[in-house]
């Protein structure tokens, strides 16, 4: 299902003061008031402090980590008519890539490296190589602030030439080069609302499509056979999708008038539609349209149907046939049609202890696309699948040298508390299994994301410390379908706590041990762990947060803000009284209470957009003045970051956050 604008997963936040707040002065938009700059700085001494002392054994972690580097190897490539295309490491510079399918000769189109080392952040967004080879166009973050800048790269001379600023990411060409399409941002909320269409001849900017509701949301994304782009409006249970002709550059009208609860997602090759729908009965099932009739409801034949209590999760067009995911909340299947919907073959997305999803789709002609596996002490890899001749063969294997998998074990546990059954994955080192081990515990449980246990050399690494760690798959994540999701949203939002603590007691006796507790989560993670740390802070000794969104009420009683409507679904709607009640039991911030609080790390991007700094700042800040416990309390701003790290000091963060946790271990 092609679920979009995934930036927007987590909520864009500014805020009006729900209460009498006396921290709310550590609130500046402007990010430019002294005594508040004075403020960060003086906290971000506080926390250096803490990290001289502890140098030695995060450096000797990132040296770790650096010897750990595997002998990786090359991700597929995707496949795009008479070539193939990547973002990769070459010649010891990350750069963007084309490869002639039949020479195998490699181009290069752009230098990723050169082009970071002229800022101080830098995120390439998405890109797209025009029809004639001859130019690249591209979407940049140079600030963390997830507002992007969108630039042509003159392949011929390397020139680059800006065309327009506050942009998604996501771009794409007319057919013939002379177009460029793009999603503008609002200057301040930074929701996506417009499609503009940038006319690269006369210099100029037309507005194709402006979505006025501010509870909505805009993106776009190609076809499978590349000739049309899906333009899509959404909120959080329903959609409205256009047609973008890429040749004739003409938008339609609606495919289906936008339905509160109704969902569809097409995609088009061959001028036939597939649509994945939930329009009937509430029931996503796949249909097929000739696209000159697809606005047409009655045209859209049913093509597949899945199983009595499996649902469509997500499907591929190719030549050969669709290839369908399908889950029942306990496993995943790829279901192989031919053009027709019957069924050609049924087979497991994975094995049990595995995480499997797919990773890479060739065009539609390719009839290929690549799996890509792994678990917690498994390391990655990858399958290449032939749509048409239905082969799955191991295409690629990680591996890494210093790193015996035979060392490791992992494996799932339920943890059962008034008839919910919660899954726990976790990992740890079978020769220093002992009674006493301490247990990390992750959790997020927003969105109906699903947290997978994907294998992380750094994770190794703990384990190899005779830490056990462990994915909390909390209700209000995905892990078990959309009820699951549904059981932990907006003012079920408890549940998702309530999962997580009894998770933390589960572990702490795990094979009959007695174990020390120690939390990590981000963003919306960071809400559960905070949550968690009000309503049983003696069960934790130590946590973790990175840029968490801790000020719910506060946030989200900003009514101004098109993502603050838009998200009331998610985290409550505080102009309802019945659910403003409920809010305020689970408010992280505003539940800070007297107590003996853990040690405690919050980490926070100056630069965020999704969650501002000042969240994690008051709440660090509030904990300290509350919390009858002896800390450490750090708070440490990052200022040249966003909500994702710097790529350049990724490791050194994870690495520092990792000590933090351990050095509290023998206090």
């Given amino acids: 299902m092609k679920f979009l604008n995934v930036l927007y997963c987590l909520v864009l936040f500014s805020s009006l003061t729900f209460a009498q707040d006396n921290l709310n002065w550590l609130k500046d938009s402007s990010r430019s008031n002294p005594e508040v700059l004075k403020y960060l700085n003086n906290e971000n001494k506080l926390t250096y402090e803490f990290k001289t002392k502890v140098k030695p054994k995060t450096d000797a972690l990132v040296e770790e980590w650096q010897h750990n580097q595997p002998i990786k190897s090359e991700s597929p490539w995707k496949i795009i008519g008479d070539s193939e295309y990547t973002v990769t490491q070459y010649n010891g510079l990350r750069q963007i890539l084309s490869r002639s399918l039949k020479t195998k000769k490699i ?31 591209i979407t940049e973050d140079l600030t963390g602030t997830e507002q992007y800048q969108a630039s042509i790269v003159d392949l011929r001379t390397q020139s680059i030439t800006t065309l327009t600023h506050h942009v998604e990411p996501t771009v794409t060409w007319s057919k013939d080069d002379r177009y460029v399409y793009l999603i503008k941002q609002e200057k301040y909320s930074l929701r996506p609302f417009e499609l503009i269409q940038f006319d690269t001849q006369q210099q100029n900017i037309t507005s194709l499509f402006t979505e006025k509701d501010k509870e909505w949301l805009l993106s776009f994304y190609l076809s499978s056979d590349h000739q049309y782009a899906m333009v899509q409006s959404n909120n ?19 495919i289906k008038t936008r339905q509160e609860g109704v969902e569809y997602y097409a995609d088009i090759a061959k001028n036939k539609a597939i649509i994945n729908s939930n329009h009937e009965h509430n029931l996503f099932i796949l249909y097929s349209a000739n696209i000159a009739h697809i606005s047409i409801i009655n045209n859209w034949l049913p093509l597949y149907r899945p199983q009595k209590n499996k649902r469509i999760t997500d499907f591929y067009l190719f030549k050969s046939g669709p290839v369908v995911s399908v889950n029942d909340n306990k496993s995943s299947q790829l279901i192989y049609l031919n053009t027709a919907g019957e069924i050609r073959l049924r087979t497991s997305l994975s094995t049990s202890g595995q995480v499997a999803w797919i990773s890479r789709v060739g065009d539609f002609n390719s009839d290929t696309f690549y799996l890509r ?3 917690m002490v498994q390391s990655p890899k990858w399958e290449k699948v032939n749509t048409a001749t239905l082969n799955r063969a191991l295409y690629l294997e990680d591996q890494y040298p210093n790193i015996d998998a035979s060392l490791y074990a992992t494996e799932q546990i339920i943890v059962t508390n008034n008839g919910i059954e919660l899954p726990v994955t976790l990992a740890y080192r079978k020769d220093k299994l002992t009674d006493t081990n301490p247990v990390f515990l992750y959790g997020y449980g927003a969105y109906g994301v699903t947290m997978k246990p994907y294998f992380m050399p750094q994770i190794i690494s703990l384990l190899d410390r005779g830490v056990i760690y462990a994915i909390a798959h909390v209700r209000g994540g995905g892990y ?83 993502l603050t409507l838009q998200q009331y679904s998610e985290w409550g709607n505080p102009t309802i009284q019945d659910e403003l009640n409920i809010m305020k039991k689970t408010d992280p911030y505003l ?73 509290l271990i023998n206090n």
């Fill in 107 to 137: 181009t290069v189109l752009f230098n990723i490296s050169n082009r970071a080392n002229q800022f101080d952040y830098y995120h390439l967004g998405g890109w797209d190589l025009s029809n004639d080879h001859n130019k690249l166009v």
């Fill in 480 to 562: 078990k379908g959309e009820d699951w999701y549904q059981a932990g949203r907006g003012i079920n939002r408890q549940n998702a706590a309530t999962d997580f603590i009894n998770a933390a007691k589960s572990m702490k006796l795990y094979r009959n041990g007695e174990r020390k507790i120690y939390a990590l989560g981000s963003s919306a993670g960071g809400t559960l762990i905070a949550t968690a740390l009000n309503q049983e802070p003696k069960l934790f000794q130590g946590a973790a947060l990175n840029v968490p969104f801790v000020d719910v009420i506060n946030s989200m009683s900003d009514s101004s803000l098109p």
């Fill in 236 to 254: 959080s249970n329903s959609t409205e999708q256009r047609i973008l002709n890429l040749t004739s550059t003409h938008l339609s009208l609606p």
């Fill in 591 to 663: 539940n800070i209470s007297k107590q003996e609080y853990p040690p405690l790390l919050v980490q926070v991007g100056f630069n965020d957009s999704r969650v501002p700094y000042w969240e994690g700042a008051k709440y660090l800040t509030k904990i300290r003045r509350n919390s009858s416990g002896k800390g450490p309390y750090l708070l440490e701003t990052h200022f040249n970051q966003g909500h994702s790290t710097n790529r350049r000091d990724a490791l050194k963060q994870q690495a520092f956050e990792y000590i933090f946790l351990l050095s």
């Fill in 373 to 375: 596996s792994m678990s």
